[in-house]
C-alpha cells in the first residue's frame, strides 16, 4: 500500500529518487478487562525524502517543485529541531504539513528515534555529511519523559456516552445500548 502511495522519479542523484515523505501512523487502543481502564499509544513511521541540492539533481518542472517543497518541510523540521533543542517558548509546527504531523511525536510525552540512511558513494560526500549533521544537531534534543497514555473505567464509560450522542447510529460496546431511534426491546410477561 504504502509502495502505490510513494512518488519517486529518476534524477542525476537516484535512480529512484523520493518525491515524497510517507507517513505511517498507527493509533492503538487496550483495554484492561479487570479494571475497564484504557491505554492508548500511537505509532508514527516516517521515512522522510532526503534534501536535494537542485543543481546536481538536474531537476527541472514538476520535479523542481518538488524538490524544493521537499527542502522546505526538511527546513521546517530543522527549524523545530532547533527550537526544541534550546527550549524555546514557541515551537513553530504549523510552518509545514511535515512538522504539524510530527507534531505529537516531538511533544515532551513521546519516545522518538531517528535512523539516517547516508550514501556509501563519493560523489554525495556533501549531502552525506549534510545528514550527518542534522543527525548529530538532533541528537542534543532531549524531550523529556515519555508518559502513559491512560484513562480509568469510568472516563472511559463516560466518552462511550458522549459518543452515543454524537454519532446517532454509534451502538456503545460498554454499556449496550440500542442505536437511537431504533425498537428498544421489552420483556413478555
Known amino acids: 500500500m504504502g509502495h502505490e502511495n510513494r512518488a519517486t522519479e529518476c534524477t542525476n542523484m537516484n535512480e ?3 518525491r515524497s515523505h510517507a507517513l505511517l501512523c498507527v493509533n492503538i ?10 491505554t492508548s499509544a500511537r505509532l508514527n513511521l516516517i521515512d522522510l525524502a532526503g534534501s536535494e541540492r537542485v543543481s546536481k539533481s538536474g531537476t527541472d518542472g514538476e520535479r523542481l517543485k518538488e524538490a524544493q517543497s521537499i527542502n522546505r518541510s526538511l527546513s521546517a523540521l530543522g527549524d523545530v529541531m532547533h527550537s526544541l533543542r534550546s527550549k524555546s517558548s514557541h515551537i513553530p509546527f504549523r510552518n509545514s504539513k511535515l512538522t504539524y504531523l510530527l507534531q505529537d511525536s516531538l511533544s515532551g510525552d513521546s519516545k522518538t528515534l531517528m535512523i539516517v540512511q547516508i550514501a556509501p558513494v563519493e560523489k554525495n560526500v556533501g549531502e552525506t555529511m549534510c545528514s550527518l549533521n542534522f543527525a548529530s ?3 542534543t534534543v532531549e524531550l523529556g519523559q515519555a508518559t502513559k497514555t491512560s484513562e480509568s473505567a469510568e472516563i472511559a464509560a463516560l466518552k462511550d456516552r458522549l459518543r452515543l450522542y454524537e454519532d446517532p ?3 456503545s460496546q460498554v454499556t449496550g445500548l440500542p442505536k437511537r431511534g431504533s425498537a428498544i426491546p421489552t420483556r413478555k410477561k
Not at 487502543?29 to 484504557?38: D, I, L, M, P
Request: aromatic share 0%; hydrophobic share 15%.
Open 16 to 18: 529512484h529518487s523520493s
Open 137 to 139: 544537531r538532533v541528537r
Open 169 to 171: 447510529n454509534a451502538v
Open 29 to 38: 487502543q487496550g483495554t484492561n478487562k479487570t479494571t475497564g481502564s484504557r
